[in-house]
C-alpha cells in the first residue's frame, strides 16, 4: 500500500498520476516499477490514470536499447492508461549527436553514449557516421517526438525544471532540458508545482513549487515514480 500524504497541488476527481524518475538505462528497474505500478491500479483502481515518464531513458547504465525498446511498445498496463513519455537532456543530446554534430558526439561520449552505443552493439570508437545507422528508425523517430512538457491540473511535468520569473508558456526548452539554478533554490511560487528529475537525489523532494523524483537508479540507488492523486502525493519506487 503506499503512504500518502498531502501534495502541494490538486488533480481533478478521477484522474491518477505516476510520474517516473530518470531510468538511463536500468531496463529491468523500469519493467520492474512498471509491475509495481500495475499492481498499484489492480488494487486501487483509478477512472483516468496518467504515466509519464519525465526524461533520460538512456546513457550511464547497462540497457538504453531495451528501455526505448519498451517505451516504444507501450508498458504492460491496463489500455485506460495514458502514457507520456518526455524529452531529457540526454535524449536531447544523443539526437544530436546522431544528427553529425561533432561537439554534440564529444558530449555525448562524455555524459554516458558510450553503453547506450554497447548496448546496440555499436562500437563507441568506430566511425561516428555509423552510429546512426545502427539505431533502428523507429527508436529515432520516438526521440524526436518526445514532449518537453505535460500539464495535469495544478503540476507541471518537465525534465529538468522551469526558469523562475518566466511564465510558463514561455519557458526556454533549453531550461526545460537542463536548468538547476536558480530552479533548485527559489522558492517562490511558479505558477504550478514543478514534477522533475534530472538532478539526483536520495529521497523524493516534496517542496511547495516543486517535487523531485530522480532518485540515482543508475548510481545504485531506486527508481522512482511519484503517485499523484486529488490532494495526495506518494512513491513506488524499485
Same mark, same amino acid.
Given at each position: 500500500?503506499?503512504?500518502?500524504?498531502?501534495?502541494?497541488?490538486?488533480?481533478?476527481?478521477?484522474?491518477?498520476?505516476?510520474?517516473?524518475?530518470?531510468?538511463?538505462?536500468?531496463?529491468?528497474?523500469? !519493467?520492474?516499477?512498471?509491475?509495481?505500478?500495475?499492481?498499484?491500479? %489492480?488494487?486501487?483502481? *483509478?477512472? %483516468?490514470?496518467?504515466?509519464? =515518464?519525465?526524461?533520460?531513458?538512456?546513457?550511464?547504465?547497462?540497457?538504453?536499447?531495451? *528501455?526505448?525498446?519498451?517505451?516504444?511498445?507501450?508498458?504492460?498496463?491496463?489500455?485506460?492508461?495514458?502514457?507520456?513519455?518526455?524529452?531529457?537532456?540526454?535524449?536531447?543530446?544523443?539526437?544530436?549527436?546522431?544528427?553529425?554534430?561533432?561537439?554534440?558526439? +564529444?558530449?555525448?561520449?562524455?555524459?554516458?553514449?558510450?553503453?547506450?552505443?554497447?548496448?546496440?552493439?555499436?562500437?563507441?570508437?568506430?566511425?561516428?557516421?555509423?552510429?546512426?545507422?545502427?539505431?533502428?528508425?523507429?527508436?529515432?523517430?520516438?526521440? =524526436? %517526438?518526445? !514532449?518537453?512538457?505535460?500539464?495535469?491540473?495544478?503540476?507541471?511535468?518537465?525534465?529538468?525544471?522551469?526558469?523562475?520569473?518566466?511564465?510558463?508558456?514561455?519557458?526556454?526548452?533549453?531550461?526545460?532540458?537542463?536548468?538547476?539554478?536558480?530552479?533548485?533554490? +527559489?522558492?517562490?511560487?511558479?505558477?504550478?508545482?514543478?514534477? =522533475?528529475?534530472?538532478?539526483?537525489?536520495?529521497?523524493?523532494?516534496?517542496?511547495?513549487?516543486?517535487?523531485?523524483?530522480?532518485?540515482?537508479?543508475?548510481?545504485?540507488?531506486?527508481?522512482?515514480?511519484?503517485?499523484?492523486?486529488? +490532494?495526495?502525493?506518494?512513491?513506488?519506487?524499485?
Amino acid at each position: 500500500m503506499i503512504e500518502l500524504s498531502p501534495a502541494p497541488a490538486t488533480l481533478p476527481p478521477g484522474r491518477r498520476v505516476y510520474a517516473v524518475g530518470d531510468v538511463h538505462g536500468c531496463a529491468d528497474q523500469l !519493467a520492474a516499477l512498471h509491475a509495481a505500478i500495475a499492481a498499484d491500479l %489492480a488494487a486501487r483502481p *483509478v477512472a %483516468a490514470p496518467l504515466l509519464v =515518464h519525465i526524461g533520460d531513458y538512456v546513457d550511464r547504465g547497462p540497457d538504453s536499447a531495451g *528501455v526505448l525498446a519498451r517505451l516504444l511498445a507501450g508498458p504492460a498496463l491496463p489500455a485506460c492508461v495514458e502514457v507520456v513519455n518526455l524529452m531529457g537532456n540526454h535524449e536531447r543530446t544523443m539526437l544530436d549527436a546522431l544528427a553529425g554534430e561533432r561537439a554534440a558526439g +564529444t558530449d555525448w561520449l562524455f555524459q554516458g553514449g558510450r553503453p547506450t552505443l554497447e548496448s546496440y552493439g555499436i562500437d563507441p570508437d568506430g566511425p561516428r557516421e555509423a552510429w546512426a545507422e545502427g539505431i533502428p528508425a523507429a527508436h529515432r523517430t520516438f526521440l =524526436h %517526438a518526445l !514532449a518537453l512538457s505535460r500539464a495535469e491540473g495544478g503540476y507541471l511535468f518537465v525534465h529538468a525544471g522551469i526558469r523562475p520569473g518566466v511564465p510558463l508558456d514561455a519557458q526556454a526548452p533549453e531550461d526545460l532540458l537542463r536548468i538547476r539554478q536558480p530552479f533548485l533554490y +527559489t522558492e517562490q511560487d511558479l505558477g504550478a508545482v514543478i514534477v =522533475h528529475g534530472h538532478t539526483p537525489v536520495k529521497a523524493p523532494v516534496v517542496r511547495a513549487n516543486r517535487i523531485a523524483i530522480d532518485t540515482g537508479a543508475v548510481f545504485g540507488g531506486k527508481l522512482t515514480a511519484a503517485v499523484l492523486e486529488g +490532494t495526495t502525493v506518494g512513491f513506488l519506487a524499485v
